[in-house]
Every structure is written in structure tokens, then in C-alpha cells.
């Protein structure tokens, strides 16, 4: 058997490219971008105002005119208007671009207006004030997101505003979802006295949806030949199959013997661990990866973020989030040797330090414990007692 560090470190090193793709921008949300997003223009554009008021020259200011004539109104999305002499002003609004003519914004605030003559309430006023210069943020050409990058609604938004339709992403894994066992029925189906409903795989499925991937799903029944073609048909049409359930001793753990029958190269199979020892992990020669988690809900659950989410982050050149402590808030006593990831609440104090309390489930098939937690705190194998204020790692979900 393996232990956590040695199973992670094969999981990781099977991580690989699977090439770029493109992609209308508002259907890249959650991808990685695979280009450099450039300013097609200066941004902003122009001398955007950005405040309503009035537009006047500071020249005005400077020789002491204290009220204006509005000469006219521009709106935003309208022509720059001018003025000609210093005494005059536009009225004008939020997003409009000022004319060379104006260098200085009034907020109506600060103004009184009667009979189309603008009158200042304040005397200190600083030259280009209320303005944002064109080309501040970034200057045309310029990069304002770059390729590795996760697409965020902010990428989005910079996307959309220099005119990126769209957008070369890094191609995401082709991903199976896979159940098995013949006491799971369907979520709308009823279950008899001595079946469940299956759920696994929706867990999983909602897992990798948060992180912006797809998947597909399948429920595969416990029979041999059933699970050896089905299996056989995911490992030409995916690059990556997450089972869950089947892998562990029981005479119909059918999913071992399939996996070597269609040449699924075993890499491990165990795991010093728990929840999740019978973790299997192999490889097809054409390259499919294939992710056999034991079917009890906790170990699925704690299996795909503990080993799948980083090797689908560094897959796609994300940081792996594995570097996130933690204070034990009780003492806690874990005797087999083996790593053992405790389900916990996570808590910050006022002094900013991050607490973790345990929420003692039952074992690993109480999956009803881990919506009242927030992570796994993994405490080391070598060790049986834990003491409150001791720090450890911790996988937050
Ligand atoms: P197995 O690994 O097949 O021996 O399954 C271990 C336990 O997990 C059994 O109680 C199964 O009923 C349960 N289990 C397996 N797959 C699922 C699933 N997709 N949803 C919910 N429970 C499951
Ligand atoms: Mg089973």
C-alpha cells in the first residue's frame, strides 16, 4: 500500500495537455485561456467624464470666473461638443467624451443653475478632476489578460470590452462519471426496502461543475460483461473516467478484473488512507486516465478533491490549492495507521487565524455530516493523538 504523498505524486504526474480550443468569450466562463487578451484601443477610448455636471476649462479657473453659460448639453455616446469662450460650459453627463476644448469636470453637487448660467459653490477645484484620461488603464495593444489565466466574470468583462468575441481556451478533459452497483436506483425512481438511490454521481458531477467542467454520466450494473463493454466503450470516448463504487473485495466488484481484462495499466491500487483506501488508479495505453474511487460517498467525495481537482488543475497550468492550514480546535484521537481526513468546520478568529473543529460523522458513508462541514483536515499517518492548537493541512471544499 501506498501512502497519500506517494499515490498524489503518480496522480499528478499523469497530468497532460489536451491542446486549445475556441470558444465564443461568453461560453468561457470557468476555462483557461490559452491566449494573451489585448486592448484593441486605448482604455478607456477617450476622456471619459465621470461625473454629471458641468464641462469647463480650468483656464476659467484660473482668472477667478466663478459662473458659467451652459452652452449646451452632450450626452454620453454623443459628439464631443466645444465651447469657445472660458466663461461657457457644457452640461454634460457620465460616460461622454470630453472635447480638447475642456480639461475639467463641476459635479452638479457642487453647482447651482439658474437661467442657463452654471454658478460654483466651491472654490477649491483641481484641474482634470472627474475625468478619466484616455489610455490610463491601458494603452492600445496592451495586455489585460494573460494566457494561464482562469477565465473569471472579470476576464469576461475585459473580453467583452475590447471586442473579443472569442476567446482561445486550454481544451478541457473529456470526463465519464461512471456508478455501479445493483442496490442504486435513479433519484426519481422509488427504492425498495433494501436499495438506495444512486448519488455519487451527481456529487461528483456538481464538484466538477463548480470548477467549470462538463461532464457525462453513466450507471453501470454489477455484471461482468456489462461493466467489461461499457467500460470498454468510455475508454475510447474519454480521456478521463471517474468510477466510483465496485473496486473493493465484494465478490461482485466487478471493476478490477474489467480494468486489466481492457489493458488498464494499474499504477496503485490502495491507499494509506481513510476515508478511501480502495482507491485504484491506472492508465489505458491510449492514454485514458482512470480515477476508481470506493463507492462509499465520503471516500468518493474526498477522493476526487484530494486527488482529482489537482491533477485537473495541473492539467490546465492552475496553481494546486494545497498549501491552506489550519488550527485543530480539539483534541482529536485517530489510531490505525493510516492518514486520516477528518471532516471539519472552519472558523477565523478575530486575530485572523483559521480554526478547524471537528464534526465527528459516522465513518465514511455519512455523507449527510459533510454539508454541516467545510473541509477535510488531513492528519499525518504516523501519528494517533492531536492536539487542540496543533496545525495541519486542510482541502476546503
Ligand atoms: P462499493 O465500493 O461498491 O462496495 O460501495 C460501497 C458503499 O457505497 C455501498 O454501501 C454502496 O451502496 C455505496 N455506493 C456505491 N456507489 C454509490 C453511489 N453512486 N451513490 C451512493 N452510494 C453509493
Ligand atoms: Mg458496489
Known sequence: MITVEEAEEIVLAQSKSYGTQNLPFEQALGHVLAEDIKADRD??????VTMDGIAISYKAIEQGITSFKIKATQAAGEQPLDIYTIDECIEIMTGASLSPSLDTIIRYEDLEIDNGIARLLITDIRQGQNIHQKGKDKKEGGVVAIA???ITPAIISLAASVGKAEVLVKKQPRVMIISSGDELVDV?????????????????????AQHGLVADMLHI?????????QIQHCLQNYDVLLLSGGISMGKFDYIPQALQDL???KLFYKVLQRPGKPFW??????????????????ATFMCVHRYFLPWLNVTLGLPVKNNIYARLANDFIFTPALKYFLQVKLSYTPQAELFATPVEGNGSGDFANLADTDAFMELPLDR???KQGEVFKVHIF
Open 43 to 48: 482604455l478607456p477610448p477617450f476622456n471619459r
Open 384 to 386: 494517533s493523538e492531536f
Open 148 to 150: 494561464g489565466q482562469l
Open 263 to 265: 489493458d488498464v495499466e
Open 221 to 229: 450494473p454489477d455484471d461482468p460483461d456489462a461493466t467489461r463493454q
Open 188 to 208: 426519481a425512481d422509488t427504492p425498495s426496502a433494501f436499495q438506495i438511490r444512486r448519488s455519487n454521481n451527481y456529487t461528483v458531477k456538481a464538484v466538477l
Open 281 to 298: 488508479f491506472g492508465r489505458h495505453n491510449n492514454g485514458t486516465l482512470v480515477f476508481a474511487f470506493p463507492g462509499n460517498p465520503v
